[in-house]
T-cell receptor
Framework: ETGVTQTPRHLVMGMTNKKSLKCEQHLGHNAMYWYKQSAKKPLELMFVYNFKEQTENNSVPSRFSPECPNSSHLFLHLHTLQPEDSALYLC???????????????FGEGSWLTVV | GNSVTQMEGPVTLSEEAFLTINCTYTATGYPSLFWYVQYPGEGLQLLLKATKADDKGSNKGFEATYRKETTSFHLEKGSVQVSDSAVYFCCTGGGNKLTFGTGTQLKVEL
C-alpha cells in the first residue's frame, strides 16, 4: 500500500470508446503525475500537476486529456485511442519539486489498458 | 539534461548469489539518487535513496552508495532470494526533473 490508489486496475476499450482512469493519493502531496509504461520502452512522463495546475505536458496526443480537480485526485480521460496506446498507466504523487533533497515520488499500482 | 544509464538485463542469478546492478548518471549540480523496484503486475516502489555524496541508502538487504567522483549509484545485495525477482530502476532527481533509467530485470532461480 503506497498511499496512491488507481482504478480501474484493468481496462479493455474499443477505439471509439470514452473511458477514464482515476487516481487518488492519501499522502498530503501537492504534485501528481501520469506516466506511461510500455513493454521494452523507458518510462514516459506524460503530465505533471503542481497545486492543481498543469506544469508539464510532454507532447502527449490530445486523445489523452488529464484533469486535476484538487491536489488529491487526478484523472486521465481517454477518447478514440489507438492499439499502440495499450500500456500500463502509472499515477504518482510527491511534494512539489525540487527533488534535490530527496523529495520522493510515490507510484500507484497502475492501470493496465488494452485498446482493441 | 540529466540522464541515467543502467546495465541491460535480464540478469539471472541463483538464490543466495551476490547482486550488482550498475547505474551511472549525468547531471548538473547535486541530484538526489533513487532506486525503485517493480514487482510483476505492480507499480514502482521506492527501494532506497541517497541525497548527497558518500551517502549510503539501504533497505531490505539492498545497498547503494552515492559516488560523486564516478557519478555512479550501483545497487548491491549480498544474497538474493527468489522473491527479489523484479525490475529495478535507477533514478536521479535534480531541480524540477526526475530521470529514470530503462530498468534492469532481475530473475532469481532456485
Amino acid at each position: 500500500e503506497t498511499g496512491v490508489t488507481q482504478t480501474p486496475r484493468h481496462l479493455v476499450m474499443g477505439m471509439t470508446n470514452k473511458k477514464s482512469l482515476k487516481c487518488e493519493q492519501h499522502l498530503g502531496h501537492n504534485a501528481m503525475y501520469w506516466y506511461k509504461q510500455s513493454a521494452k520502452k523507458p518510462l514516459e512522463l506524460m503530465f505533471v500537476y503542481n497545486f492543481k495546475e498543469q506544469t508539464e505536458n510532454n507532447s502527449v496526443p490530445s486523445r489523452f486529456s488529464p484533469e486535476c480537480p484538487n491536489s488529491s485526485h487526478l484523472f486521465l480521460h481517454l477518447h478514440t485511442l489507438q492499439p499502440e496506446d495499450s500500456a500500463l498507466y502509472l499515477c504518482a504523487s510527491s511534494q512539489v519539486p525540487p527533488y534535490d533533497s530527496g523529495n520522493t515520488i510515490y507510484f500507484g499500482e497502475g492501470s493496465w489498458l488494452t485498446v482493441v | 539534461g540529466n540522464s541515467v544509464t543502467q546495465m541491460e538485463g535480464p540478469v539471472t542469478l541463483s538464490e543466495e548469489a551476490f547482486l550488482t546492478i550498475n547505474c551511472t548518471y549525468t547531471a548538473t549540480g547535486y541530484p538526489s539518487l533513487f532506486w525503485y523496484v517493480q514487482y510483476p503486475g505492480e507499480g514502482l516502489q521506492l527501494l532506497l535513496k541517497a541525497t548527497k555524496a558518500d551517502d549510503k541508502g539501504s533497505n531490505k538487504g539492498f545497498e547503494a552508495t552515492y559516488r560523486k567522483e564516478t557519478t555512479s549509484f550501483h545497487l548491491e545485495k549480498g544474497s538474493v532470494q527468489v522473491s527479489d525477482s523484479a525490475v529495478y530502476f535507477c533514478c536521479t532527481g535534480g531541480g524540477n526533473k526526475l530521470t529514470f533509467g530503462t530498468g534492469t530485470q532481475l530473475k532469481v532461480e532456485l
